[in-house]
């Protein structure tokens, strides 16, 4: 006769966790993971007759079950904590129906007014995009409408890194996408603004934005990408940019992310340039309770001229963090990356920036710096630029800087009749400005210069 003696469920998990290497704390990790990916998985696919896209979710998928989600025990991970994150209990986001065109009038910009993508809660929104004027032969509109253009495949989430956690997450719950393609030597001087809309409300949902942006040789293309909010309330969105820049090709590319406050925002941005292909990237983030950019380059043809210019504006509690990878594997490569932050009461700005320079990237010409301006003792900054060279003939150089308002700039202010507050706004204005300055559509820039110079 043998006795059966039953072991409580909580001793057998941390019996089983033990012996799988996880603590209690890296277990509830993965099962939020776990919860993510099933919410994501669930959405379903907004892209008819198109069986390669589906393919594209299920690999990544399989990616994100590989995965560990991220602790500040990760190298890459450690100065931004996810915690307050696996507090938030998401469901599937909302249908985006019911928007108006007058709900998102402070968002739209006469310089596009006939040039724009609007996506509400992941969803394309026709009844509010307009795309009549520009030429006939730039394909632009979303996938569920060009997914069965054969021209798409090669590119869609093709980009290195699309391993990434949060990626290959988006990529999972891939339903639809922002899609610009031009053709070989077509200019467009219109610049077009791809606005993507948050619905926020009790619910606090998942949306997984997606952009594919294909300039072909000699082709020139203006882009806005814009993230804003309708309504208040917590929800994490996810989104994905891959841009590809052909031989001679031209982008400029101003992103702006001005979620809501209680938001969590862990976007990428993700190009590739060929030979002689020339991108700008405006970064700026005002929003979001967190807020993390991956933004990456791959050189892939000699040549290639780069400018990154960034600007993160945060206060109260916020974290603003951009991680940046520059990899330069072509000779006679040329990049600018400036990074500047104005960081306010408790916020806490993180900057991680990559530059690879292998020993077949001769002639290169890489400089890197970030700026850092600290309005409070409490406000925190954690700065990491890295080069990483291998070849010898080279200019590359990097730093960083964090300082606070100077005294007797302020001093000075205030003796030309300008009062104490006043002094400081223009101080911290003008820190931005050297970055907002680079915005190429001037509402856009008065309504960010506007918001710059309340922070103080």
Same mark, same amino acid.
């Given at each position: 006769? #043998?006795?059966?003696?039953?072991?409580?469920?909580?001793?057998?998990? /941390?019996? *089983?966790?033990?012996?799988?290497?996880? #603590?209690?704390?890296?277990?509830?990790?993965?099962?939020?993971?776990?919860?993510?990916?099933?919410?994501?998985?669930?959405?379903?696919?907004?892209?008819?007759? @198109?069986?390669?896209?589906?393919?594209?979710?299920?690999?990544?998928?399989?990616?994100?079950? *590989?995965?560990?989600?991220?602790?500040?025990?990760?190298?890459?991970?450690?100065?931004?904590?996810?915690?307050?994150?696996?507090?938030?209990?998401?469901?599937?986001?909302? #249908?985006?129906?019911?928007?108006?065109?007058?709900?998102?009038?402070?968002?739209?910009?006469?310089?596009?007014?006939?040039?724009?993508?609007?996506?509400?809660?992941?969803?394309?929104?026709?009844?509010?995009?307009?795309?009549?004027?520009?030429?006939?032969?730039?394909?632009?509109?979303?996938?569920? !409408?060009?997914?069965?253009?054969?021209?798409?495949?090669?590119?869609?989430?093709?980009?290195?890194?699309?391993?990434?956690?949060?990626?290959?997450?988006?990529?999972?719950?891939?339903?639809?996408?922002?899609?610009?393609?031009?053709?070989?030597?077509?200019?467009?001087?219109? $610049?077009?603004?791809?606005?993507?809309?948050?619905? @926020?409300?009790? &619910?606090?949902?998942?949306?997984?934005?997606?952009?594919?942006?294909?300039?072909?040789?000699?082709?020139?293309?203006?882009?806005?990408? *814009?993230?804003?909010?309708?309504?208040?309330?917590?929800?994490?969105?996810?989104?994905?940019?891959?841009?590809?820049?052909?031989?001679?090709?031209?982008?400029?590319?101003? !992103?702006?992310?001005?979620?809501?406050?209680?938001?969590?925002?862990?976007?990428?941005?993700?190009?590739?340039?060929?030979?002689?292909?020339?991108?700008?990237?405006?970064?700026?983030?005002?929003?979001?309770?967190?807020?993390?950019?991956?933004?990456?380059?791959?050189?892939?043809?000699?040549?290639?001229?780069?400018?990154?210019?960034?600007?993160?504006?945060?206060?109260?509690?916020?974290?603003?963090?951009?991680?940046?990878?520059?990899?330069?594997?072509?000779?006679?490569?040329?990049?600018?990356?400036?990074?500047?932050?104005?960081?306010?009461?408790?916020?806490?700005?993180?900057?991680?920036?990559?530059?690879?320079? $292998?020993?077949?990237?001769?002639?290169?010409?890489?400089?890197?710096?970030?700026?850092?301006?600290?309005?409070?003792?409490?406000?925190?900054?954690?700065?990491?630029?890295?080069?990483?060279?291998? /070849?010898?003939?080279?200019?590359?150089?990097?730093?960083?800087?964090?300082?606070?308002?100077?005294?007797?700039? &302020?001093?000075?202010?205030?003796?030309?009749?300008?009062?104490?507050?006043?002094?400081?706004?223009?101080?911290?204005?003008?820190? @931005?400005?050297?970055?907002?300055?680079?915005?190429?559509?001037?509402?856009?820039?008065?309504?960010?210069?506007?918001?710059? #110079?309340?922070?103080?």
């Amino acid at each position: 006769m #043998s006795i059966q003696v039953s072991t409580p469920v909580e001793e057998l998990e /941390a019996a *089983e966790l033990q012996a799988v290497g996880l #603590s209690a704390a890296a277990q509830k990790r993965q099962d939020y993971l776990a919860k993510l990916l099933n919410l994501a998985k669930s959405k379903p696919l907004d892209v008819a007759g @198109a069986a390669w896209v589906q393919a594209l979710r299920d690999q990544a998928a399989n990616l994100v079950q *590989e995965q560990m989600f991220p602790s500040t025990r990760d190298e890459e991970w450690r100065f931004t904590d996810l915690a307050d994150l696996l507090q938030v209990s998401l469901q599937a986001e909302g #249908s985006g129906a019911g928007v108006t065109l007058e709900a998102i009038a402070p968002y739209l910009l006469p310089e596009a007014a006939t040039s724009r993508l609007v996506f509400v809660d992941g969803h394309y929104a026709p009844e509010l995009s307009a795309v009549d004027d520009l030429p006939e032969t730039l394909l632009i509109g979303n996938l569920g !409408r060009l997914a069965t253009d054969a021209r798409l495949q090669p590119y869609l989430a093709k980009q290195a890194g699309a391993e990434e956690l949060f990626t290959a997450l988006n990529t999972a719950g891939m339903q639809d996408a922002a899609v610009l393609f031009a053709p070989k030597n077509l200019v467009v001087e219109t $610049p077009i603004h791809l606005l993507f809309i948050t619905t @926020a409300g009790s &619910v606090a949902k998942l949306t997984l934005p997606r952009t594919l942006v294909i300039a072909e040789p000699q082709s020139a293309l203006t882009i806005l990408e *814009e993230y804003v909010t309708i309504g208040e309330g917590t929800y994490l969105t996810t989104p994905v940019s891959e841009i590809w820049v052909s031989d001679n090709a031209q982008v400029h590319h101003s !992103r702006i992310q001005r979620d809501h406050a209680s938001a969590f925002h862990i976007g990428k941005t993700a190009v590739s340039q060929e030979r002689d292909a020339r991108y700008t990237c405006n970064a700026i983030s005002l929003g979001a309770q967190l807020s993390r950019h991956h933004l990456e380059i791959y050189q892939t043809g000699e040549q290639t001229e780069t400018h990154l210019n960034g600007l993160t504006l945060i206060r109260d509690a916020q974290v603003g963090d951009l991680h940046s990878t520059i990899a330069l594997t072509q000779p006679y490569g040329v990049t600018r990356q400036l990074q500047k932050c104005i960081v306010g009461d408790r916020a806490h700005a993180v900057f991680n920036g990559k530059v690879f320079v $292998p020993k077949l990237a001769q002639q290169t010409d890489a400089g890197q710096l970030n700026r850092n301006l600290l309005l409070s003792p409490k406000a925190r900054v954690d700065t990491k630029p890295q080069l990483e060279i291998v /070849a010898d003939n080279v200019k590359c150089t990097h730093g960083a800087t964090v300082s606070q308002l100077d005294d007797d700039e &302020v001093f000075y202010l205030q003796s030309r009749g300008i009062d104490a507050a006043t002094a400081q706004t223009l101080l911290v204005y003008a820190f @931005a400005y050297e970055i907002l300055d680079q915005i190429p559509v001037e509402s856009l820039k008065q309504s960010l210069s506007a918001i710059a #110079s309340q922070v103080v």
